[in-house]
């Protein structure tokens, strides 16, 4: 019997719906630094813990960048707020995962990305960016 394999949008949605009863932000910080043993896992984990931690706190953006080894996370709301960033391989899979969910091949791309949610879905914009050693994921949410 074949094994059905989830895709990568099901995958970051029941991730979203595993952790949404989590301190967000603590388990980003948990992941921080460490040594990934299931690199898929553990980058569709941190986006889901950082999208969820954004929406939670009313963000208009949440951006992730990589120049090098030097990465950012950040979300845009009113002010910058600096959030706890994975290791450079797992960023590199956030970035892929991403890609591929939107099948944006090109070096920029941006589209409209529906995520569900237990209390609904949200509808977000999504660009991404890459250039040489730089990369960028950059999540527009809706304001009410």
């Not at 949605?13 to 388990?27: G, S, W």
């Not at 090098?68 to 009113?78: H, Q, R």
């Not at 590199?92 to 944006?104: A, G, S, Y």
């Amino acid at each position: 019997m074949e094994k059905i394999r989830l895709n990568y949008h099901l995958k970051l949605q029941e991730m979203c719906d595993c952790y949404m009863e989590t301190d967000f932000l603590d388990a980003m910080q948990g992941m921080a630094g460490i040594d990934s043993k299931d690199l898929e896992e553990d980058a569709i984990k941190y986006l889901a813990l950082a999208i969820m931690y954004a929406i939670t706190q009313k963000a208009e953006k949440l951006s992730l960048k990589k120049k090098g080894d030097e990465l950012k996370a950040t979300i845009k709301n009113g002010s910058k707020e600096k959030l706890p960033v994975p290791s450079v391989v797992i960023l590199d899979k956030v970035f892929e995962i991403m890609r591929t969910i939107l099948h944006i091949e090109e070096d920029k791309g941006e589209m409209e990305f529906s995520l569900g949610l237990r209390s609904g879905e949200i509808n977000v914009m999504v660009k991404v960016e890459r250039q040489g050693d730089r990369q960028s994921l950059k999540i527009k949410f809706p304001q009410q």
